[in-house]
């Protein structure tokens, strides 16, 4: 008997692969991570003495990279324990709990009818293809040739072109035998109130849709005319096509990355994981780049079925979304979409783009890096949920951060799993508490009298020169209890706010660290665009010519001198000198060096704390009191040295302003 794909693929889902090879195998312990779905053991398939036989559960499959043996729970069955076909079918249903289908007529005949309409639309790519190389295919190849896409990428994505007629589709159809009801099923034609159907996609460059078993299902069509009521337009639903259940370049994506050596134990940058982008022309960009593993969704917001998809494949996808307001919305309703569904190891995370730039747009010139650089960027979906609801409005009422609790507390209520929602609840708190502390404490009377109410600092340079070399440094100070250590961002945190206006007052040091300096990550957006126009802004012009007149000219002019201003503000009343244009170069070299140090570690300490979280969580899952133990302590050790972190005092001899040293004067 015949078994329906949708079947199969429902036996398989519900029952985990390791359930099926556990029988004749033991799992190692020592590599087999259970909480993972991660299985090692001898291989049945040949003799041998070390684990190389690796299972997957969220993949369903396996392989043995001794004798190169791989399959699924149904293969496992025919080629180890010698079941037929049928006979496996019906052990994994039973091992589901799942009744085997009945012979019935209707649905042979469906599945016929199905098989018949994929035909059709294999017929209708080839017609595209073809009619792409036409003449009247030559002002699409020069869109195609245009946006840098090679004859090969083309021919992979077998790319084609609708010509502009209302019946040229339809008439070669009809003279392959097609019938009219098979053409309409398939939905390419649509009526309108007329009587006589004409072709759905005209004068468009016409993308495929693949399945999961890459067979033709649906198409997208990219309007060549400037004038027509859709730039994109996709297949209706049909008995093939459901578009919330598919996700462009699903198999090829897939295939990526389970290719050999693949594991979980990768790290998530452009190659280890699954990266869903906004649109077509991204993922094609994306794979002539050598990302070959992006997926998009067609047309529409991300919906649950494909996030499901996604959540096949790996456990923590990518978002990847446009660096613009709808870019940063959609990662918005991603988030809120994916909050009820997480799992121990199961979330996502986000890249966002930097603004106006899409993927096609990073790789296009400089090939993959700046794209693999966003993806390694990409924030944990706490991280996102955080930063969304404090850029929402001010908190300095008691009121205002009562709503915030508020509004944080809801968000997270909607997660399912009791544990994933307990560590949620309690990274709020730890947030919270951190961001409503005051930003500086234990100020001494001396401290604020050695600043009048016009900026001057007569009093704090003549202490300052009183105590002598070995007086802590009040800029170090300052930095050291700015507070990213613990993973919260004021509206512009004080330590970035001073790498930041260093930079735009002192671009020369940009000569000597320039590729340090572009590689600064900062957590707020805001900073993050800032830096993206000032690298761009300095690119353009030769070193002497690099001045703060220049820069800041050109920042302004692009919107950001309220950000300048606002900036220089925060700086100077927090006394920090040596990022101001007033200071040295000497002083304003050393404020920047102490200040990136200070950043770099507070980093460093927040991906240590968010790792080993993310560890605990898997012993615990895993009952490991052993590994529990260790991690804890691990944790407790990175705790002690962020508390460390921000209590250091570096000793600065004669630092910046309060050694008297300004622009032009003579170095002391």
């Known amino acids: 008997m015949r078994f329906s794909n949708t079947f199969l693929d429902d036996i398989r889902d519900r029952v985990p692969i390791s359930n099926v090879i556990a029988r004749r195998v033991s799992w190692d312990k020592r590599k087999t991570n259970v909480s ?71 649905m042979e005949k469906r599945e016929k009818e199905r098989g018949s309409l994929i035909d059709v639309m294999e017929m209708a790519t080839q017609f595209f293809q073809d009619q792409l190389q036409t003449a009247n295919g030559a002002r699409a190849r020069a869109y195609l040739r245009d946006r840098g896409l090679t004859g090969r990428t083309i021919e992979t994505f077998r790319l084609g072109y609708a010509p502009d007629s209302r019946n040229a589709l339809k008439e070669f159809l009809a003279g392959k035998g097609v019938t009219k ?122 919906t649950e079925n494909q996030l499901e998809l996604l959540w096949k494949m790996v456990p923590q996808p990518v978002l990847c979304f446009d660096g613009d307001g709808a870019g940063f919305r959609a990662a918005n309703r991603a988030a809120e979409l994916a909050l009820p569904h997480l799992k121990p190891g199961r979330s996502v995370r986000f890249a966002l783009l930097p603004d106006g730039k899409d993927p096609d747009d ?51 209520a909607v997660i399912a799993d009791e544990n994933v929602r307990r560590h949620y609840q309690q990274d709020i708190r730890d947030r919270l508490n951190t961001f409503f502390q005051p930003q500086f404490q234990n ?33 170090s100070d300052r930095l050291a209890r700015s507070g990213p250590v613990r993973g919260h961002r004021d509206n512009t945190a004080l330590r970035e706010s001073v790498l930041a206006l260093t930079i735009v007052n002192h671009p020369a040091l940009m000569i000597d660290d320039y590729d340090e300096i572009a590689a600064i990550d900062y957590d707020s957006r805001e900073l993050q665009r800032l830096w993206s126009a000032m690298l761009g802004a300095a690119a353009a012009v030769a070193g002497p010519h690099l001045t703060r007149e220049y820069l800041t000219e050109r920042l302004e002019f692009e919107g950001f001198g309220p950000l300048i201003k606002s900036l220089d503000q925060q700086v100077r009343n927090a006394r920090l000198w040596t990022a101001t244009e007033e200071a040295a170069m000497e002083d304003a070299r050393e404020g920047y060096r102490q200040a990136l140090a200070f950043h770099k570690r507070a980093k460093a300490l927040r991906r240590q704390k968010m790792e080993l979280e993310r560890e605990i969580a898997l012993a615990t899952e895993a009952g490991d009191g052993e590994a529990i133990v260790q991690l804890m302590r691990a944790q407790q050790e990175v705790h002690f040295e962020g508390v460390r972190l921000e209590n250091q005092e570096a000793i600065i001899d004669g630092f910046g302003v309060l050694s008297g040293r300004v622009k032009g004067a003579a170095n002391h």
């Not at 991660?38 to 369903?60: L, N, V």
């Not at 004038?227 to 578009?243: C, G, I, P, Q």
């Not at 009048?452 to 300052?464: F, H, I, L, Q, V």
């Open 362 to 412: 990073l790789v296009r010139d400089d090939g993959r890096a700046p794209f693999d650089k966003v993806i390694s960027q990409a924030k944990p979906l706490s991280e996102m949920l955080w930063s969304r609801e404090i850029n929402t409005g001010k908190f300095d009422t008691p009121e205002a951060r009562a709503e915030l609790e508020a509004r944080l507390k809801q968000l997270v």
């Open 36 to 106: 993972r779905g991660d299985y090692w053991a001898c291989c049945p398939f040949h003799g041998e003495k070390s684990p190389s036989f690796h299972c997957e559960d969220r993949k369903g499959r396996y392989h043995c990279f001794g004798c190169g043996v791989t399959g699924d729970h149904f293969r496992f069955l025919t080629e180890l324990e010698g079941l037929s076909f049928p006979e496996a079918v019906q052990q994994i249903a039973d091992m589901a709990g799942v009744p085997m289908p009945l012979a019935d007529p209707v």
């Open 181 to 302: 009801e098979q053409i309409e099923a398939c939905g390419l034609v649509v009526h309108e109130n007329v009587p006589v159907s004409y072709d759905r996609f005209r004068d468009r460059i016409m993308f495929p849709i693949l399945s999961s078993r890459e067979k033709v299902i649906a198409f997208g069509g990219r309007a060549m005319s400037s004038d027509a009521s859709a730039k994109y337009l996709n297949s209706n639903e049909t008995e093939l096509f459901h578009k919330g259940n598919v996700l462009y370049n699903f198999a090829r994506a897939r295939r990526a990355i389970q290719g050999p050596g693949r594991s979980d134990n990768q790290d998530d940058n452009a190659t280890g994981t699954i990266i869903a982008v906004e649109g077509y022309m991204d993922v094609i960009a994306l794979y002539q780049a050598g990302i070959e593993n992006a997926v998009a969704p067609l047309g529409t917001a991300l």
């Open 443 to 475: 100020r001494n009377n001396g401290e604020r009298r050695g600043f009048n109410g016009n900026g001057n600092s007569r009093t704090g340079r003549d202490n300052a020169a009183k105590a002598g070399p070995k007086s802590p440094s009040v800029i």
